[in-house]
């Protein structure tokens, strides 16, 4: 595990009786909330098998272990990985699909939901008072029946606040080291989004959204002041790019990045590269794991986000006279 405890800063309390005025959509032109620090926590979790079930328990047995903290730290956002709730791999999403159901801007009523995971991410948001980005799981849309890699985020009070479906599928194909197809079983998401907290602004994305820049890019214009990507790199792109990727992403954008990864498993199907890791605003890694079963908590201050913008002001100093503004 690589942390630099000479950027670690203390986070800020949770104010949870202002959880109501804070919003939570796709993007939109509504002002961000004032930047303040905060502890990002992200669990490298291990133990994926076949039993869904028991993979729901023990990724909140992890949640609740994640939310204590430390001596010196109690984290205000928790991440899961990318699928979670299931092996990886384009021919599980559709056995392991669940219906969620939820729209932007609409309550959602989670007592009601078929989904046997969101009802765990939502109790587990609300007993551990954090609020939890709850990795991906395998979406079936009622509607379509298109199978969607569903992000989903939980607010402290265990509302579900928003989702974000994977926009970019996992297509590759590296002769003689691995082919996979996401799209064989998948459909792409068609929406950017974040959410918005009592202390900050935070974009989502999942795994392979991070080769394409257009998306963090969008989330930085519209305000959000950290992105986070659910991610399972594996082991012959995550030593070429998953720390380059992020550290580019925060660089580009002068943000806070970070990417969740599962820890590794060797006797799976699919071998996850590990490394979960937060970047800052300057391009530099302040905690990484290893790619065993682990917990990192990552204290964010505003300090490095505002130095850096003013330092070096490329928000200011855009030419869209000359490129576009994607974010338009």
């Known amino acids: 595990m690589r942390m630099f405890p000479h950027l670690r800063l203390s986070g800020a309390p949770l104010l949870s009786h202002n959880l109501k005025r804070f919003t939570y959509r796709t993007m939109t032109s509504v002002a961000p909330p004032v930047f303040k620090p905060f502890t990002l926590t992200l669990i490298q ?7 869904k079930a028991a993979n729901l328990e023990h990724a909140r047995e992890m949640i609740m272990k994640a939310a204590k903290g430390n001596s010196d730290t109690k984290p205000q956002v928790v991440v899961l990985p990318e699928c979670f709730n299931s ?22 009523d989670v007592q009601a939901s078929v989904s046997e995971s969101v009802k765990m991410l939502s109790s587990a948001a609300k007993e551990a008072g954090v609020w939890l980005i709850g990795g991906s799981i395998p979406e079936r849309d009622a509607e379509t029946n298109n199978v969607y890699n569903t992000c989903t985020v939980y607010s402290p009070t265990g509302a579900l606040v928003a989702s974000h479906r994977k926009v970019h599928l996992f297509d590759i194909d590296i002769p003689g080291k691995i082919t996979f197809k996401e799209s064989e079983t998948l459909t792409g998401g068609t929406t950017t989004n974040y ?8 974009g989502l994305g999942l ?26 790199f594996n082991l012959t792109t995550g030593p070429l790019h998953w720390e380059l990727l992020q550290r580019a992403r925060a660089v580009d954008n002068q943000v806070f990045f970070s990417m969740c990864s599962p820890a590794r498993d060797m006797t799976a199907g699919y071998n996850a590269w590990g490394h979960s890791m937060v970047v800052d605003p300057y391009g530099r890694v302040l905690v990484e794991a290893d790619e065993n079963e682990t917990i990192l908590h990552a204290d964010i201050d505003p300090e ?6 003013a330092g070096i002001p490329v928000t200011k100093q855009r030419r869209f006279d000359v490129y576009p503004d994607v974010s338009a």
């Open 87 to 108: 092996p990886y791999g384009y021919v599980h999403f559709p056995a392991y699909a669940e219906n969620i159901g939820y729209t932007a801007g609409k309550e959602y």
């Open 207 to 232: 795994c392979y959204d991070v080769r394409f820049q257009e998306l963090a890019m969008i989330a930085a214009r519209r305000g959000c002041h950290a992105v986070v990507y659910p991610g399972a």
């Open 195 to 202: 959410f918005d907290t009592e202390f900050a602004r935070i």
């Open 304 to 309: 490095p986000f505002q130095e850096v913008r």
């Open 45 to 51: 979790l291990g133990s994926i098998g076949s039993d």
